[in-house]
């Protein structure tokens, strides 16, 4: 069973092969769906600064009453921040606002901050000192491992050049119809795990004609099939999703895709249109 699974990062720590989502889930709302994904048997939980539902999330894991160390909790520290103390003091809000002791996971979580977002503008200098904030987290115990979101291969070599400790993980938009091969390529040349947000594209390959008659082949959901896609790739895939139905039916991925099928998912043209989410950067612009 998927949920039961895990993959092994670099420095040695397990991390749960399935998360849940929780962007654009409210802060008043959050702590249910966070309780309903724990007692389905979901065990890592992806929240941001940024999603400003952290208290939420922090309640809904303390209401689970399982154990805090049978949990895995990433956080991100928001894109904006680009300096030291603002970044470790970032660290210790996102903690007294979860009411946890320590995270399994921080992620810096753009290299730029939204509005310079995949612009030439250069935040090395500065993304090198929220690092430098992150490693010292680790070192007090704050945080467990800690890793990068939507930093592409320049931006990866300028933290592995001068980092004392390796990013463990980078997240970014990755699905059928939007699979980034260099990047993907190079974290696991590097070793480093990539986490795929946003693996069913926003909903917006639901009705893909191709993608729909690919799940319907081996009687699984459009969901499912780009959740196991995900997987099949080597990636950790963090769907979203409020309802108690889809965070079930999400985990439901008792089946493998065969070769032939995955190089042809992997052929499929790249959507353009992700709906109301373009509007978003990351679907705008994404690891171009």
Same mark, same amino acid.
């Given at each position: 069973?998927?949920l039961?699974?895990?993959?092994?990062?670099a420095?040695?720590l397990?991390?749960?092969?399935?998360?849940?989502?929780?962007?654009e889930?409210?802060d +008043? #709302?959050? %702590?249910?769906v *966070?309780e309903? !994904?724990? $007692?389905?048997?979901?065990?890592?939980?992806?929240?941001?600064?940024?999603?400003?539902?952290?208290?939420?999330?922090?309640?809904?894991?303390?209401?689970?009453?399982?154990?805090?160390?049978?949990?895995?909790?990433?956080t991100?520290?928001?894109?904006?921040?680009?300096?030291?103390?603002?970044?470790?003091?970032?660290?210790?809000?996102?903690l007294?606002?979860?009411?946890?002791?320590?995270?399994?996971?921080i992620?810096?979580?753009?290299?730029?901050?939204?509005?310079?977002?995949?612009?030439?503008?250069?935040? +090395? #200098?500065? %993304?090198?000192? *929220?690092?430098? !904030?992150? $490693?010292?987290?680790?070192?007090?115990?704050?945080?467990?491992?800690?890793g990068?979101?939507?930093f592409k291969?320049?931006?990866?070599?300028?933290?592995?050049?001068?980092?004392?400790?390796?990013?463990?993980?980078?997240?970014?938009?990755?699905?059928?119809?939007?699979?980034?091969t260099?990047?993907?390529?190079?974290?696991?040349?590097?070793?480093?795990l990539?986490?795929?947000?946003?693996?069913?594209a926003?909903?917006?390959?639901?009705?893909?004609?191709?993608?729909?008659?690919m799940a319907?082949?081996?009687?699984?959901?459009v969901?499912?099939?780009?959740?196991k896609?995900?997987?099949?790739?080597?990636?950790?895939p963090?769907p979203?999703?409020?309802?108690?139905?889809h965070?079930?039916e999400?985990?439901?991925?008792?089946?493998?895709i065969?070769?032939?099928?995955l190089?042809?998912?992997?052929?499929?043209?790249?959507i353009?249109?992700?709906?109301?989410?373009?509007?978003?950067?990351?679907?705008?612009?994404?690891?171009?």
């Amino acid at each position: 069973m998927i949920l039961q699974e895990n993959y092994q990062l670099a420095n040695g720590l397990t991390i749960p092969k399935l998360g849940l989502g929780t962007w654009e889930i409210d802060d +008043d #709302k959050v %702590n249910k769906v *966070v309780e309903a !994904a724990i $007692e389905i048997g979901y065990r890592h939980i992806d929240t941001a600064q940024a999603y400003g539902n952290e208290r939420g999330v922090g309640e809904g894991i303390k209401n689970s009453l399982i154990a805090r160390e049978k949990l895995f909790v990433t956080t991100k520290v928001e894109a904006e921040i680009k300096n030291y103390d603002d970044a470790f003091t970032s660290i210790k809000q996102s903690l007294k606002r979860m009411k946890l002791n320590y995270l399994d996971l921080i992620l810096i979580h753009s290299p730029q901050p939204w509005d310079d977002f995949r612009t030439d503008k250069n935040y +090395d #200098k500065e %993304n090198l000192e *929220v690092w430098r !904030a992150l $490693e010292q987290a680790q070192i007090d115990g704050l945080v467990r491992s800690i890793g990068v979101s939507n930093f592409k291969i320049a931006d990866l070599d300028n933290l592995l050049t001068h980092a004392k400790i390796k990013p463990v993980v980078n997240q970014f938009l990755a699905h059928i119809s939007n699979t980034p091969t260099d990047i993907i390529t190079y974290c696991k040349e590097q070793d480093i795990l990539v986490e795929a947000y946003s693996p069913i594209a926003h909903g917006q390959i639901l009705q893909h004609p191709e993608i729909k008659k690919m799940a319907e082949k081996y009687d699984v959901s459009v969901p499912q099939l780009s959740i196991k896609y995900c997987l099949e790739l080597g990636l950790l895939p963090l769907p979203k999703s409020g309802n108690p139905k889809h965070i079930t039916e999400n985990a439901m991925l008792d089946f493998n895709i065969e070769k032939k099928d995955l190089d042809e998912l992997k052929r499929i043209g790249e959507i353009t249109d992700y709906g109301d989410a373009n509007v978003y950067k990351v679907f705008s612009q994404g690891t171009k």
